[in-house]
Structure formats: C-alpha cells, structure tokens
Nanobody
Framework: QVQLVESGGGLVQPGGSLRLSCAAS????????MTWYRQAPGKQRELVAT????????NYADSVKGRFTISRDNAKKLVYLQMNSLKPEDTAVYYCNFRTERFGNVIDYWGQGTQVTVSS
C-alpha cells in the first residue's frame, strides 16, 4: 500500500537548519510530483514546496523562497526539504504529499508528519 514516512524534524534555534526526508513506497514514485505542506497550531495546512516528477521544476510558497529547497532522488524514492535560516514562524508539523486521480476522483496521500520547532 502507499506509504509516506517523514523524518528529520526537531528543535532548532532561529537561524538554524534542518533537512526533512520523506520515504515513499507502494506507488511509482518517479511518475508523481511531490509536495511538502505544513500546519501550525490553530492554522490551516499550507503548501510549502512542490517538485515535479523529474525534479526539473520546483515551486515555493513566498514565505520560504530563498530559504528552503525541495529535491528528490527517484532511485531511492526520497524527497527532501532543506530548510535554512529558520524562523519561529516556520514552527509546524511538516507533511509529505502526493496527489493522484482514480475514476475521476482526486486522491491525496499524506505521511504522518514530522514536527519542526524553531525556538531559542
């Protein structure tokens, strides 16, 4: 079955860095764009970054442009989110996602999330 497993979260000081990983299984990873989302307490889940299936195209939320980098390794079925110059407002649970369609219905797959806390 489809599985997305995030790792790499933790507590970091403002200005620090973290690299999140998402291990994928149960689907043809190289054919799907992948996305990182985040959800802070009391807020809606928001898109952070997206990468195309080949890795050739990436897009970022304005709030993370220039600080975060999404990448992928199709051979290892991994997608990464390198986060630099972290700010307290980056504190959230970060989720890995991909979207597919089956019989005309959009289906979103999510990992369990990994907590990122930016605090001094």
């Amino acid at each position: 079955q489809v599985q997305l497993v995030e790792s790499g979260g933790g507590l970091v000081q403002p200005g620090g860095s973290l690299r999140l990983s998402c291990a994928a299984s149960g689907f043809t990873f190289s054919t799907y764009a992948m996305t990182w989302y985040r959800q802070a307490p009391g807020k809606q889940r928001e898109l952070v970054a997206t990468i195309s299936n080949t890795g050739g195209t990436t897009n970022y939320a304005d709030s993370v442009k220039g600080r975060f980098t999404i990448s992928r390794d199709n051979a290892k079925k991994l997608v990464y989110l390198q986060m630099n110059s972290l700010k307290p407002e980056d504190t959230a649970v970060y989720y890995c996602n991909f979207r597919t369609e089956r019989f005309g219905n959009v289906i979103d797959y999510w990992g369990q999330g990994t907590q990122v806390t930016v605090s001094s």
